[in-house]
């Protein structure tokens, strides 16, 4: 390095913003994600007991009738928590090819505050006071349709490139 180089600007290769070229995701792909996933789960929670039922199986064998229903709310939620983690997505938004983002860089969210932010704190939220569900839902009609647990978790939910 000589004397003159000493001044120059180090280089660095600046990274594109993915943020502006992530399409948002519209409301009824959104809508229809989340139906999928609620279809989804209630099926996992009511099928095991309608197989047992159709197999003649006697369900006052079970100590508990609700471990086969906590075991399969389980095995969905450890395949969702999966999919989160690989690319920010539920089942219903994988089959709908739309994706959780972090709002400002369009990149992969930390799955903790996806966890904590996205369903724990608005799972827990809605079971102790039933509108929370409602008004979170009512703020995907604003501009940037981001519903307030989106905004919570600094997420938003774009269209993945086809």
């Known amino acids: 390095m000589n004397s003159s180089e000493i001044y120059q600007a180090p280089e660095a290769e600046l990274k594109e913003s993915q ?3 992530c399409e948002l995701a519209s409301l009824s792909r959104r809508f229809w994600a989340t139906v999928i996933d609620k279809i989804i789960f209630l099926g996992v929670i009511t099928i095991p007991w309608l197989l047992l039922d159709w ?3 006697d369900n006052s064998k079970f100590q508990d009738e609700h471990y086969i229903s906590v075991l399969m709310l389980f095995l969905y939620f450890i395949l969702n928590l999966y999919l989160l983690i690989v690319g920010g997505q539920t089942i219903g938004k994988k089959f709908l090819k739309i994706a959780i983002v972090r709002s400002e860089d369009g990149e992969k969210q930390n799955i903790f505050i996806i966890l904590i932010f996205r369903m724990l704190l608005f799972w827990i939220g809605s079971l102790i006071i039933n509108f929370l569900f409602v008004v979170d839902s009512l703020f995907i009609f604003g501009s940037g349709r981001r519903c307030l647990h989106d905004l ?4 938003k939910v774009i269209n993945l490139k086809k």
């Open 55 to 57: 197999l003649g199986v």
């Open 19 to 21: 943020s502006e070229n």
């Open 152 to 155: 919570a978790a600094s997420t």
